[in-house]
């Protein structure tokens, strides 16, 4: 059917500083502003971003997603955390498992790069299919709280039974943490 391709047609992959115009066109369409781009520039800038990949179809970025480093101290010991902020498809490309594929190749890389846990303030019916529980980030004081604010162990009892902090960076706009 015209106009109805998969995800088999879409590589991930790294991203590379030529892909920033676009990566930028992109998160204005998917969110309808600027502060998604910002906040990746300011990561950047910043030397955050962790783990940043593309979804290409064609000559043409449709996904994009980022993870950069986050602060968590679990009694006084900090624990290598990344944030997941953003992750974006393009409108018409949303619905078909790019951003699955995205999630799932970034955390695959973040356990492959020995990262303990990732941090998400997302779709609460979306995130939990990828190990994110709401539960585990209950336990840390952070500026954020409710179903939305979810974490993923990536190395068992990384964030467990402790009681612990997040703070994030400046780059959030979130204000003194």
């Known amino acids: 059917m ?3 391709r998969g ?3 879409v590589v991930i992959r790294q991203r590379v500083p030529t892909d920033d115009a676009a990566i930028s066109y992109l998160n204005e369409a ?4 600027s502060y998604e781009s ?3 520039e300011d990561l950047r800038a910043g030397g955050l971003a962790a783990i940043e990949l593309v979804a290409e179809e064609e000559t043409a970025i449709v996904g994009h997603i980022l993870f950069g480093a986050l602060s968590v101290t679990l009694d006084g010991e900090e624990v290598r955390t990344l944030a997941l902020a953003p992750m ?3 409108p018409d490309r949303q619905q078909i498992g790019i951003g699955s594929a995205l999630v799932r190749q970034g955390l695959d890389l973040a356990r492959h790069r020995e990262w303990e846990a990732v941090m998400v303030l997302g779709h ?3 995130y939990p299919r990828f190990g994110f529980s709401a539960a585990v980030a209950a336990r840390l004081q952070a500026p954020f709280s409710g179903p939305a604010f979810m974490a993923l162990e990536l190395a068992s009892g990384a964030l467990s039974g ?3 902090r ?3 960076p400046p780059a959030f706009g979130l204000g003194p943490g």
């Open 162 to 164: 402790r009681l612990g």
């Open 124 to 126: 609460a019916d979306y």
């Open 30 to 33: 998917a969110f309808g502003g």
């Open 38 to 40: 910002r906040l990746i």
């Open 7 to 9: 995800q088999d047609d």
């Open 2 to 4: 015209a106009g109805t």
């Open 166 to 168: 997040v703070v994030y």
């Open 88 to 90: 974006s498809v393009r």
